[in-house]
């Protein structure tokens, strides 16, 4: 088992505007390459003009996948730093030299409450999308384990250079090359068959620049590496003592990584922009091997696109500069819920916020007007800049269990009771009574949360699920006569087909947050950055998932059944919600016309950045810019 060691490097810079991290400074020279061909810069200019580059990425059983001594002297060239790992799962098979019973019981059991399912190179944190590859489990009669859609090589980067050796390497033999860093992504873009892994975890240096300017922004900053995980910051914002750096909700998503690259949602979403909103400088390793900076004075296009534009596809971000919001930011929140069931409920922990006990209602009609005044409220947590959690989770022969959290950033403390009250007036005014609601403030930042994940492979979230962004338009009251602003027919269909979902056992999930134009401000409103104009009109985010959790193999049919229906409930809120689109980070791995979805206008231009700049195309996952270039074949549309 590993020990989770904490951040080695905690600078406090003062004003060192112009440093980059010591793993920065380490870059691939000419000397370096000497006569290593395979390791070569490339160069656009005379890559294919078109963009059709190579036709086949070249896989491990091909006569011309690299040779034994190239991949030696790979080896050598980055200091040992290329791991050829096996699949953690091997240890829960007699068949394999890695057979090892004991082994297995800790990744069955005590590996889940440890750092080591994050620390594994190829670890991907949901089993379906690499193909259910190797699966840990007690009993494996009749199972095979194989590399599966696992990489075959890792680079475990502890340089720039290692990145640019890696990405020259794979560019210059063409082979299939994949870029990891938490492996959060749900439909598995950080892994891949045949592939050569770049594996950013450890580039885990964080700094606070206490002066920096850039463009119109003046004042506090902060330089996070590529592995940094949200927890991390939030320490760091402990240990700084005065400072509130925007991070993701989940502890330990990749917020150096592919969190903010495609757009990165979290508790201050709403009052102060998403992930790839705080950006003011990245750098990054490009598809030729070079390393530069993206601003707003540099690189501009690289600027543009690597905020929101997706992880995975423009080139492998070392480090970024996100703005550092004055004071510590502490916030106030409640969880309330209500049940149509008649049995015990387990109270929920309301993510630290206090809940009010059980409330059961005696009919599913009153149940879903509730919720229905859950979703009228959500406009109004997000105006006051908030973060709301309305989730339904059926339980059965009609019964259902709604959990309502919502969150408030810097609300003052007598006005929360002010804010929260016309929820509970109008849910009484349908019958349904909340009693005790109680509200609570919490340091935003807090030492010690998100250590250990809440996620690893073969959890009950470990399925697929299919989400749309509803916009604000859907708040809109009817323009009848005399509408007292009650009636939301849009709204009322949302809620209504939700209701159908529900019904046929789908848990239906929503996340109120708007990271409008004004709560992005400088530099990243609706033009100048990448995400998706729908998000700066959303309200709410609504995923609905799959019932069973897919921890084991899924014939691809079976998959394609079940994909199929829960998209037909899907494509109900879709017909409601035509000018929107979904959220990349967080989306289906089949999303139809995904290039509108996840980008709507920017997409044109974001080919064009991808096409100059990614020529060869290199970095390939599924629904990324420019990957309808290629496509894995014999797949049945899954990830191998
Ligand atoms: C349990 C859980 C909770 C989540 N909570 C939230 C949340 O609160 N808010 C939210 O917005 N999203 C959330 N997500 C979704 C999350 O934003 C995405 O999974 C995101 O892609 C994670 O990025 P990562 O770097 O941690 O993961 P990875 O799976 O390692 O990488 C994701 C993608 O980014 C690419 N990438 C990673 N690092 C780099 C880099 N340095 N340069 C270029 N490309 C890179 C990878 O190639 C891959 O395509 C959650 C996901 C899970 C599983
Ligand atoms: C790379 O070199 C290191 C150090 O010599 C070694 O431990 C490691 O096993 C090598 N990796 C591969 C894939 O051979
Ligand atoms: C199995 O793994 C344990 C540690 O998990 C180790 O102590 C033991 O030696 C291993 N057994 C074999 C046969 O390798
Ligand atoms: C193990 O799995 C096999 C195949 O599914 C099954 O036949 C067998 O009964 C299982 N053994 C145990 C102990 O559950
Ligand atoms: C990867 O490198 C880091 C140091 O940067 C080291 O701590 C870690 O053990 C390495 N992981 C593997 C699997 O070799
Ligand atoms: C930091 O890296 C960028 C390239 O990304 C380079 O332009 C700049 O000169 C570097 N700064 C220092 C101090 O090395
Ligand atoms: C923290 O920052 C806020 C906002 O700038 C300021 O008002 C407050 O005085 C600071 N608190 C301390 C203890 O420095
Ligand atoms: C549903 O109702 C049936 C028949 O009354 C009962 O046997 C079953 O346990 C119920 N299921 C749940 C999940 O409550
Ligand atoms: C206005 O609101 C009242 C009470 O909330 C409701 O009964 C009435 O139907 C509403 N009128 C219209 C036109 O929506
Ligand atoms: C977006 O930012 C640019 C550059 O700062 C500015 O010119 C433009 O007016 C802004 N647009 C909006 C909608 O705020």
């Not at 390791?39 to 040779?67: H, N």
């Not at 959890?459 to 009636?487: H, K, Q, V, Y």
């Not at 027919?489 to 809620?495: E, F, G, H, T, Y």
Request: charged share 15%; glycine share 10%; proline share 6%.
């Amino acid at each position: 088992m590993q020990i989770y060691q904490p951040l080695s490097l905690l600078l406090f810079a003062l004003g060192a505007t112009g440093l980059n991290f010591s793993y920065e400074s380490t870059r691939l020279t000419e000397h370096d390459i000497g006569d290593f061909s395979a390791i070569t810069f490339g160069d656009v200019s005379s890559a294919p003009s078109t963009y059709e580059g190579p036709e086949y990425k070249i896989q491990p059983e091909d006569a011309a996948w690299p040779s034994e001594e190239q991949w030696a002297r790979l080896n050598t060239t980055v200091y040992g730093n290329l791991l050829k790992p096996h699949p953690v799962g091997a240890a829960c098979y007699p068949n394999r030299p890695e057979y090892n019973d004991s082994t297995c019981a800790y990744l069955l059991g005590r590996a889940t409450t440890s750092r080591f399912f994050f620390n594994d190179p190829l670890t991907a944190l949901t089993t379906w999308g690499e193909g259910a590859t190797c699966l840990q489990l007690l009993n494996t009669t009749g199972r095979t384990c194989s590399q599966g859609g696992f990489p075959v090589y890792v680079v475990n980067a502890t340089s720039v250079r290692d990145i640019q050796v890696a990405v020259n390497f794979a560019r210059n033999q063409n082979l299939r090359l994949v870029i990891k860093n938490t492996g959060h992504d749900f439909i598995a873009k950080s892994t891949g068959r045949g592939a050569l892994s770049i594996w950013t975890h450890f580039l885990k240096d964080i700094e606070f620049l206490s002066d920096y300017s850039i463009g119109e922004y003046k004042g506090a900053a902060a330089r996070v590496g590529a592995g940094i995980e949200a927890w991390e910051t939030l320490n760091a914002m402990v240990e700084h003592g005065n400072i509130t750096v925007v991070t993701s909700l989940d502890p330990t998503v990749g917020n150096g990584g592919g969190w903010v690259l495609g757009g990165g949602h979290g508790p201050l979403t709403s009052l102060r922009g998403l992930g790839a909103d705080q950006v003011l400088s990245l750098n990054v390793v490009t598809a030729d091997g070079n390393f530069l900076t993206a601003d707003l004075n540099q690189n501009q296009d690289l600027f543009f696109a690597l905020r929101g534009g997706g992880g995975g596809t423009f080139g492998i971000v070392t480090s970024m500069i996100v703005k550092a919001w004055p004071g510590r930011t502490k916030i106030g929140g409640l969880t309330f819920y209500f049940t149509t069931g008649s049995g015990q409920v387990t109270i929920p922990s309301g993510r630290g916020y206090p809940s009010t006990p059980p409330v059961h209602i005696a009919d599913a009609e009153t149940f879903w007007k509730a919720y229905r005044e859950y979703l009228v409220f959500a406009k109004e947590i997000v105006d006051a800049g908030g973060f709301g959690f309305g989730d339904v989770t059926p339980q059965g022969n009609n019964t259902y269990v709604f959990v309502g959290t919502f969150t408030l950033p810097d609300i003052p403390s007598d006005k929360i009771k002010e804010f929260y009250t016309p929820l509970f007036t109008s849910l009484s005014k349908i019958g349904v009574e909340i009693p005790n609601v109680r509200h609570a403030f919490l340091p935003y930042a807090q030492r010690g949360i998100g250590v250990t994940p809440n996620s690893f492979p073969g959890t009950p979230a470990d399925t697929f699920f299919i989400s749309r962004l509803l916009p604000r338009g859907l708040w809109a009251a009817a323009a009848a006569a005399n509408n007292n602003n009650s009636e939301t027919p849009r709204l009322d269909a949302v809620a209504a087909a939700n209701w159908g979902t529900a019904e046929m056992g789908y848990r239906v999930t929503t996340r109120a947050y708007g990271p409008s134009a004004e709560a992005a401000g400088y530099p990243g409103n609706t033009t100048t950055s990448a995400v998706n104009p729908a998000m700066r009109d959303m309200v709410i985010h609504c995923a609905i998932f799959n019932p069973k959790p897919v921890v084991d193999v899924l014939p691809a049919a079976e998959f394609h059944a079940q994909h199929a229906r829960l998209r037909a409930r899907v494509d109900e809120l879709v017909r409601l919600t035509p000018e929107s689109g979904s959220y990349f980070n967080e989306a289906d791995i089949l999303e139809p016309d995904w290039q509108r979805s996840f980008w709507g206008e920017h997409y044109p231009r974001l080919l064009e950045i991808k096409k100059a700049m990614d020529p060869w195309g290199l970095f390939w996952a599924p629904t990324t810019v420019g990957s309808e270039q290629w496509e894995v074949v014999a797949a049945d549309g899954l990830p191998t």
